[in-house]
C-alpha cells in the first residue's frame, strides 16, 4: 500500500485558514486520496476524498497536485472544534481490493483561541 | 440516522481474563470493520466483513483474538485470554460497501485496560 508523509502537529488560530499538508510520492493511478480526522475521544470522522480534482465540501477543501504527488486539506476557518488529530489516506480503488483504511500518525492540529 | 453503536464504553480487566466487545452498524451497511488503536497511534484494521462473511483478517491475532457477524447485523469481538499489550481503544466502523470511495462511520470505540 502506498504510504504518505504528514507533518506531526501544526498550530493554527481561531477563524484563520488551515492548511494541512500531505505528501504521496508513490500513489497510483487507481488511490483515492481520503482525509478522516480523530477528535479527542472519539472515533475517526470522515472529511473528505478526491481522486484527481479538487474536491469542496461543508467541512473542508482538497487541493490535489497535478501529479497527485501530494495534498493539502484547507478548513477555511478554523474553530476549536477543529482540535483533531488528520489523517490523509491512499485508498485502492483497484478490483479485488477491500478499500480498507491504513492510517499513520496523522497531524495533530492546535488550535488557539 | 443513528450512527454506530458501541458497548461497553470502557472495560477493565485483568490480564489472561476474556472480555468481549459489541458493535451495532448503521442499518443497512453491508459492511464492519473492527480497528485496533493503541495510544499515540493511528488506528489498525483487526478485521473486515461484507455482510456476515469475512473479507480481511489478516492483521487479527488469531490465537486470542475472535470475531463475528452473525446474520450480517450486529459483531462481536472477542479476547480470549486478554495480554497486557492489548491494552487500546477498539473502534467498529460500518459502510454501505467496503469500496475505497465509499465513506466509513466510526463508533465512539471501547476502551480496554488490561492489567
Known amino acids: 500500500d502506498a504510504k504518505t508523509t504528514q507533518p506531526n502537529s501544526m498550530e493554527s488560530n481561531e477563524e484563520e485558514p488551515v492548511h494541512l499538508p500531505c505528501n504521496h510520492s508513490?500513489?497510483?493511478?487507481?488511490?483515492?486520496i481520503h482525509w478522516y480526522r480523530q477528535l479527542p475521544s472519539q472515533g475517526p470522522e470522515y472529511v473528505i476524498h478526491g481522486l484527481t480534482s479538487n474536491v469542496n465540501n461543508r467541512m473542508a477543501s482538497l487541493a490535489i497536485a497535478e501529479d497527485r504527488k501530494s495534498s493539502t486539506l484547507i478548513l477555511h476557518r478554523a474553530t476549536l472544534r477543529d482540535a483533531a488529530v488528520y489523517y490523509c489516506?491512499?485508498?485502492?480503488?483497484?478490483?479485488?481490493?477491500?478499500?480498507?483504511?491504513?492510517f499513520g500518525q496523522g497531524t495533530t492540529l492546535q488550535v488557539k483561541p | 440516522e443513528a450512527g454506530v453503536a458501541q458497548s461497553p464504553r470502557y472495560k477493565i480487566i485483568e490480564k489472561r481474563q476474556s472480555v468481549a466487545f459489541w458493535c451495532n452498524p448503521i442499518?443497512?451497511?453491508?459492511?464492519l470493520y473492527w480497528y485496533q488503536q493503541i495510544l499515540g497511534q493511528g488506528p489498525k484494521l483487526l478485521i473486515q466483513f461484507q455482510n456476515n462473511g469475512v473479507v480481511d483478517d489478516s492483521q487479527l491475532p488469531k490465537d486470542r483474538f475472535s470475531a463475528e457477524r452473525l446474520k450480517g447485523v450486529d459483531s462481536t469481538l472477542k479476547i480470549q485470554p486478554a495480554k497486557l499489550e492489548d491494552s487500546a481503544v477498539y473502534l467498529c466502523a460500518s459502510s454501505l460497501e467496503g469500496l475505497a470511495g465509499v465513506e466509513q462511520f466510526f463508533g465512539p470505540g471501547t476502551r480496554l485496560t488490561v492489567l
Open positions: 489516506i491512499l485508498r485502492d480503488r483497484g478490483s479485488g481490493n477491500t478499500g480498507k483504511l491504513i
Open positions: 442499518s443497512g451497511h453491508a459492511t
Open positions: 508513490t500513489i497510483s493511478g487507481t488511490d483515492y
